[in-house]
């Protein structure tokens, strides 16, 4: 046994039961299956002990390393490659939660020279206080740090390209009980089902993404700032994650769509804003903007993909008054 492969086997433990090791090998890379919402995913786990940084950033920044001496991260076919740095001790720190932090391994595959992976110190704090936490580097790449239950949401997303809403996320955390104190921890399958749900939707928006070419259907906003949204809410009875029942909307957009203040015509799909915010674009330049950057129509998806109508007229009669202004489709 090595230190990496101790390591490994100690993610595992931590892991809630979603990651099962197949082969243990040097822990550089350790092969295993994720498992998560019904379905696994081959992964070739290459990891390292998250330290202080040594070079005078110790208060605010951390670090994990490649081995000195192993051979480089090389991707595998019909495996994912996924880098993760493990935050369980701190020679300075006080930490709630050991944290993982999620590197892009792809950015390092084929390197042979010593490389580390530089943490911010505030970022592992919060996600181990608050269980989840994000970051884009100055070379634009998304770390994300998180408690260990979580590594099947991390990886999934990461796989399916999909922009997570840290919102749903942290209220998921929240009632599920996981940042509760030992004493009134929440069950482990508790646990695994709240995780189970955010896959889903993490897998559902990527395919809805990738139906509509990563861009916003309402503005045609990319730049990675685009969601896989539900047409009939995924809450609603019935409901169900096909293409079909997903629109790709950027963040404001898709903000309008879930307060109700804009809606979609079922059959040609036309964009209607309510209109009390039509009233209030003759006042305020922003919203005037906000309108006015606005397609007239929905954007379509890859052919085959195309909105199903009956999933716009169930959502409005699931929310009933909320789109009284909007007329009836029936």
């Given amino acids: 046994m090595t230190d990496r492969t101790d390591l490994v086997r100690r993610i595992v433990d931590l892991s809630n039961g979603s990651l099962e090791i197949t082969r243990l090998g040097t822990g550089w890379p350790s092969a295993g299956t994720l498992l998560a919402a019904g379905s696994s995913t081959e992964v070739n786990i290459f990891s390292g002990r998250i330290g202080l940084s040594h ?3 110790d208060s605010v920044e951390r ?6 001496t192993a051979a480089p991260l090389e991707s595998e076919p019909g495996r994912a490659s996924i880098l993760l740095g493990l935050w369980e001790d701190d020679e300075i720190e006080s930490l709630a939660s050991p944290v993982i932090a999620m590197a892009e391994a792809a950015r390092r595959e084929g390197r042979v020279t010593r490389w580390s992976v530089f943490l911010s110190l505030e970022k592992l704090l919060e996600a181990s206080y608050a269980g989840w936490s994000t970051q884009t580097s100055h070379s634009a790449e ?31 955390i929240r009632a599920t009980g996981l ?10 399958e508790r646990v695994r089902r709240a995780v189970s749900v955010l896959v889903r939707d993490a897998r559902f928006s990527g395919r809805v993404l990738d139906a509509y ?39 404001n957009h898709h ?76």
């Fill in 142 to 172: 998304v770390i994300q740090y998180f408690r260990p239950e979580l590594l099947p949401l991390s990886l999934t997303a990461s796989l399916f390209g999909s922009a997570l809403d840290e919102g749903l996320i942290q209220k998921s």
């Fill in 255 to 330: 903000l309008a769509f879930d307060r109700h203040i804009i809606g979609v015509d079922p059959f040609d799909l036309t964009v209607t804003f309510r209109p009390d915010v039509v009233s209030e674009a003759q006042f305020d330049p922003a919203v005037r903007h906000f309108i006015l950057g606005t397609f007239p129509s929905l954007r379509l998806p890859a052919i085959g993909n195309e909105p199903d109508s009956e999933m716009f007229i169930r959502r409005y009669e699931f929310f009933g008054d909320e789109y009284r202004w909007l007329g009836s489709f029936t």
């Fill in 179 to 188: 940042l509760e104190t030992a004493e009134f921890s929440p069950t482990s």
């Fill in 55 to 57: 070079r005078s950033r």
């Fill in 213 to 251: 070419g990563r861009a916003c259907a309402m503005c045609g906003l990319a730049f990675s700032l685009v969601q896989g949204a539900h047409i009939y809410p995924a809450s609603a009875p019935g409901s169900v994650d096909r293409i079909v029942n997903g629109v790709a909307l950027c963040a």
């Fill in 63 to 68: 670090r994990f390393q490649n081995p000195a």
